[in-house]
């Protein structure tokens, strides 16, 4: 996902606040865990590393030394904040050596066995006040928190890459989580300069949930042979605003990465259809094609990341477009990503602004999908759906409740 132009690295702190300001703990050191530890220390606080890789973490503080330097030359920041910010940065090889913390992130790949044992061992040895959060994209919080000691400190904040940019963090709360440590966590992101946003812990939480069918219908209708990815991805960018297709944010995102999210989601909603993973995806995957990261994906790609792509049909796309719902991507999609919000915030699950700010800051939509709803109407998005379901029939297309008990306005 490209960076929002609007993001900006955040403020940095005197080394006169480290002394009032918690340590942070972060365990893992790889992308996500050296981008929230630069957030943290950018900040102003002290910051652990824990990574049991010695050259691992040794690889990241020299990545994280380069990304300061080009900001000192991009007069980003001081190269006295350069320094303070490196300084503020240590690292531990296990966590019974983690200094006492008043946060902690975890930050090692998704695995729910894996981070099982780390919040175990992090009870263990860190105070009972300690906030334990985790980073992860699609894990059951309260599966995560089973097993802890005080698991009303347990929470995920769901940090969006890369960290130093993205502004959005996911606050998501287990049935465990103290509403108190959500509010403490969701108004330190905010000194952190991020922007929160509150979700309980469902599939996906609010951005993995929600932007499904932008993928997912665009796959379908090429399965179908209603148009070509170039000509789906061009009325979608050209025509609905978004800043990629969702072919050239597959292949960029990876297609393996977003079959496996697309693959949690549908697996945590018990096989629910409307999360169903595609032929077409799955087909890519088998094949090698994972996009821009293996040279080949929905399209090919050059060795300088230069893509190579047959034009849209534009003669084809006037056609669809203003069509039948079921072959008008745009307005398919559209209907689709409404309904699938409505439906979050009708479960109660997040707030209708916290919805449409976590979709534009964390997928960069043009607008947020419950304002679109209201724009485009909610009773035409309950037709459209109802429309849809007729004509492929299946499960998949079914209204929210919200879109059809007269609730939103």
């Known amino acids: 996902m490209d960076v929002d132009a609007n993001d900006r690295e955040q403020p940095t702190h005197s080394g006169e606040d480290d002394a009032r300001l918690g340590r942070v703990g972060v365990i893992g050191s790889g992308a996500m865990g050296i981008g929230i530890a630069q957030v943290a220390a ?42 303070d910010i490196l300084a503020r940065i240590g690292a531990v090889e296990t966590i019974a050596e983690l200094p006492e913390c008043s946060l902690v992130i975890e930050a090692v790949p998704e695995s729910l066995e894996l981070k099982r044992e780390v919040f175990t061992e992090l009870a263990e040895h860190q105070p009972a006040t300690t906030l334990l959060a985790t980073n992860t994209s699609s894990i059951d919080i309260g599966a995560i928190a089973d097993d802890v000691t005080e698991p009303e400190r347990v929470l995920g904040l769901h940090f969006f890459n890369p960290p130093p940019l993205m502004r959005l963090v996911e606050v998501v709360h287990a049935k465990q989580t103290s509403r108190a440590y959500v509010d403490h966590a969701a108004a330190l992101m905010q000194t952190w300069g991020k922007t929160p946003v509150r979700c309980a812990s469902t599939p996906g939480f609010i951005v993995n949930r929600v932007a499904r069918p932008f993928y997912g219908e665009a796959q379908r209708l090429v399965e179908t042979g209603v148009a070509d990815p170039a000509t789906i991805d061009a009325i979608l960018r050209e025509r609905g605003g978004f800043p990629m297709g969702p072919f050239e944010l597959t292949d960029f995102i990876g297609q393996d990465v977003n079959l496996a999210v697309g693959t ?41 990341g230069t893509v190579e792509r047959p034009e849209p049909d534009a003669a084809l796309a006037d056609r669809l477009v203003g069509g039948l719902i079921e072959t008008d991507p745009l307005a398919r999609t559209l209907a689709m990503l409404v309904n699938e919000a409505v439906d979050l915030v009708h479960r109660g699950e997040a707030s209708a602004d916290d919805v449409d700010t976590a979709m534009v800051l964390g997928v960069r939509y043009p607008k947020g999908p419950i304002a679109w709803g209201r724009e485009i109407g909610f009773s035409v998005v309950a037709d459209q759906i109802r429309a849809l379901d007729a004509a492929l029939p299946g499960g998949r297309y079914r209204p929210s409740p919200a879109l059809t008990d007269g609730s939103l306005t």
Do not use: I, N
Request: charged share 25%; glycine share 10%.
């Open 42 to 83: 950018t900040a102003g606080h002290r910051v652990t590393l824990v990574d049991r890789d010695a050259a691992v973490v040794d690889a990241a503080l020299t990545r994280l030394g380069g990304t300061l330097a080009r900001l000192v030359a991009k007069g980003r920041v001081t190269d006295v904040e350069r320094v």
């Open 264 to 304: 949690s989601v549908w697996e945590q909603t018990e096989h629910d259809e409307r999360y169903a993973p595609t032929q077409f995806q799955q087909q890519l995957v088998a094949e090698g094609r994972l996009g821009r990261k293996s040279g080949h994906g929905v399209y090919a790609y050059t060795a300088d």
